[in-house]
């Protein structure tokens, strides 16, 4: 079966940095596009960053130069590091993987993390 566990998040203070990871278990093949995702309370979800399996990088306008996302494709993992953060910021973020598992790697499945709180205070 395969899942995505994320890890970090928690409360900071306007300005601060909080880093957020997420690794992908299972019977995996090969992983395509990975990405974080946010839901704010009474929002929809919308895309905070992508990156694709050879690196290239996409960002929301709100947080081009304060996140930063990467992944290691050995350790199946995704990283969200996110600096200067702001009350706007609080949410609960998601991971997002296009996994190909083994079982059928000929198609991805796109599968979700649980969320983790993301709180910013002013």
């Known amino acids: 079966q395969v899942q995505l566990v994320e890890s970090g998040g928690g409360l900071v203070q306007a300005g601060g940095s909080l880093g957020l990871s997420c690794a992908a278990s299972?019977?995996?093949?090969?992983?395509?596009?990975m990405g974080w995702y946010r839901q704010a309370p009474g929002k929809q979800r919308e895309l905070v960053a992508g990156?694709?399996?050879?690196?290239?990088?996409n960002y929301a306008d709100s947080v081009k130069g304060r996140f930063t996302i990467s992944r290691d494709n050995a350790k199946k993992t995704v990283d969200l590091q996110m600096n200067s953060l702001k009350p706007e910021d609080t949410a609960v973020y998601y991971c997002?993987?296009?996994?190909?598992?083994?079982?059928?790697?000929?198609?991805?499945?796109?599968?979700w993390g649980q969320g983790t709180q993301v709180t910013v205070s002013s």
């Open positions: 299972g019977r995996i093949f090969s992983i395509d596009d």
């Open positions: 997002n993987a296009d996994i190909r598992p083994v079982f059928y790697p000929a198609s991805y499945f796109t599968y």
């Open positions: 990156i694709t399996s050879g690196g290239n990088t």
